[in-house]
Nanobody, 127 residues
Framework: QVQLSESGGGLVQDGESLSLSCVAS????????????MGWFRQAPGKEREFVAA????????SYADSVKDRFTVSRDNAKNTVYLQMNSLKPEDTANYYC????????????????WGQGTQVTVSS
């Protein structure tokens, strides 16, 4: 089994920052984390889940949704089995439940292609 545990969500004001973390654990991924691409998706009430950011298993390639480009940064620490999402200049439209996800080898922009999901952490940005 694979467990992805997100943390770091909360309530902030327009323009502030938050940093999300996701720790991967479990026998399948514990010693092979560096073989998994990691991603972040989000889902707001009444909307479909959407891609936010992803980082390749090798750490040398990242991808961002246009809506967060230049504001969000995804990174990983393979020694800690952890992926991060630094979110700056937050806007009310960033309000959503943020999900960490893992996919063996290459990442995908489609949520259907990812192998494992966390439970999500809520981010609320007030205006």
């Amino acid at each position: 089994q694979v467990q992805l545990s997100e943390s770091g969500g909360g309530l902030v004001q327009d323009g502030e920052s938050l940093s999300l973390s996701c720790v991967a654990s479990g026998p399948i991924i514990q010693n092979t984390f560096s073989s998994y691409s990691m991603g972040w998706f989000r889902q707001a009430p009444g909307k479909e889940r959407e891609f936010v950011a992803a980082i390749m298993w090798s750490g040398d390639s990242t991808s961002y949704a246009d809506s967060v480009k230049d504001r969000f940064t995804v990174s990983r620490d393979n020694a800690k089995n952890t992926v991060y999402l630094q979110m700056n200049s937050l806007k009310p439209e960033d309000t959503a439940n943020y999900y960490c996800t893992a996919k063996f080898f290459r990442f995908s922009l489609s949520s259907d292609d990812w192998d494992y999901w966390g439970q999500g952490t809520q981010v609320t940005v007030s205006s």
